[in-house]
């Protein structure tokens, strides 16, 4: 009888651990398409309308997947790392600069349109963390634990609101780094749409920058990931804050 019971119990977290990590990438998937309709979004207020017209202003993530950086790559990182980590990209949403009404600064506010919703998402999140009824330890354990699905799936124990806050914390998750992480100010990233409307540069360093920025992302990721991570921990950290 007692075995019966574990095996139903051990079912049951399989089952809960499951549905968490088909949210946690729902979630992604949904943070990067608000991130990218929001460019196209700015540029038709700015007076472009390639991505109106591309069908790119559309919440149905068909428009939006891109099969390698949508698929491929989460469903890999998901694989490798036993569901604790996973990252992806949807299609870039198309505009043309030359159409946009303010050329010394439409590009500019185009770019920041991505990061800037996601911060604003992510603010929404935490503002409505705050009317969920948990103690502040039970908010701490989930935080600390809302990737460890073993673990968070039973600290929810069929709690609604503890539910409610978990998918918060995601929400805060991806869109806290998908702002920061976008703020570097290395091509294709939107910090370096920034970086060119702040400081002058000249041609061939944008070409250079263009040809080879992907390239420079990777060796950040990869072989700086230290300072990288440190900075987008102490984001993450000062949002969790706010969440408790």
């Known amino acids: 009888m007692l075995y019966k019971y574990a095996s139903l119990v051990k079912e049951y977290l399989m089952g809960t651990e499951i ?3 088909v949210f946690y990438v729902i979630v992604l998937l949904y943070s990067v398409i608000l991130h990218e309709i929001s460019h ?36 890999m990182l998901l694989l490798v790392s036993m569901g604790q980590m996973a990252f992806g990209w949807a299609k870039p949403v198309p505009y043309n600069p030359n159409n946009l009404r303010d050329q010394k600064w439409g590009e500019l506010l185009v770019a920041l349109a991505g990061p800037a919703t996601n911060i604003v998402i992510a603010f929404v999140a935490v503002l409505l963390s705050k009317l969920i009824f948990l103690s502040s330890q039970v908010k701490i354990e989930i935080i600390q634990n809302f990737n460890n699905w073993s673990d968070v799936a039973q600290l929810l124990s069929g709690s ?19 702002t920061f992480f976008n703020l570097i ?32 992302l990777l060796f950040i990721v990869f072989f700086l990931n230290g300072p990288l991570s440190q900075f987008l921990s102490w984001a993450l950290n000062t949002f969790f804050g706010l969440m408790l």
């Not at 700015?46 to 559309?58: F, H, I, M, S, W």
């Not at 910090?191 to 360093?205: E, F, H, N, R, W």
Request: charged letters at 10%; hydrophobic letters at 55%; proline letters at 8%.
């Open 19 to 21: 549905i968490l990590i």
């Open 40 to 75: 196209g979004v700015v540029a038709l207020w700015l007076g472009d309308v390639t991505a109106k017209y591309a069908g790119r202003l559309t919440l149905h993530p068909k428009s939006h997947i891109d099969p390698v950086g949508s698929i491929l790559v989460p469903g």
């Open 160 to 178: 609604f609101q503890a539910i409610i806050f978990l998918l918060l914390v995601y929400v805060v998750f991806w869109n806290v780094l998908l």
């Open 185 to 216: 100010p290395i091509p294709p990233l939107d910090g370096s749409k920034i970086l060119y409307a702040l400081v002058p540069i000249d041609i061939k360093t944008k070409i250079f920058l263009e040809q080879f920025g992907f390239f420079l």
